[in-house]
């Protein structure tokens, strides 16, 4: 027997006179195609996403935030007896309408000691 079947019959590939052919058949890691780094703007997108995915978690998560302390500090405020004072929040810190005759310093305690809550401004209103 040749050369040639004696190397099929061992497993090996048969030789083909094709580079990319025989390229496929030895299983070489080198199949034609170059390497190079990402595009400059696949590097931007890689910044990018997680930025914008963050600030979006973070806004929803501020909204249900100003909703929680808002509804503690009217809960607080009706806990101390005052009628007819008001509440807003921007993002942790909180603003308290009061009448002019409640006492204003018991709702900004109760207020205060809300979790999260970081300023307490009280105002007082006539009707």
Known sequence: MNDASDAHRAGDPPATSS???ATALTGSPHTGRVRRNPAPWWWALAVAVPVVLGFAGAQANAAQME???????QTAIAGSGIDGAKVRTD??????SVPADADGDKAEQAVSAIPGVRTVVVK???P
């Open 91 to 96: 993002g942790r810190d909180v603003t308290v």
């Open 19 to 21: 580079r990319v052919g």
């Open 124 to 126: 007082r209103v006539t």
């Open 67 to 73: 909703r929680t302390i808002t509804q503690r500090a």
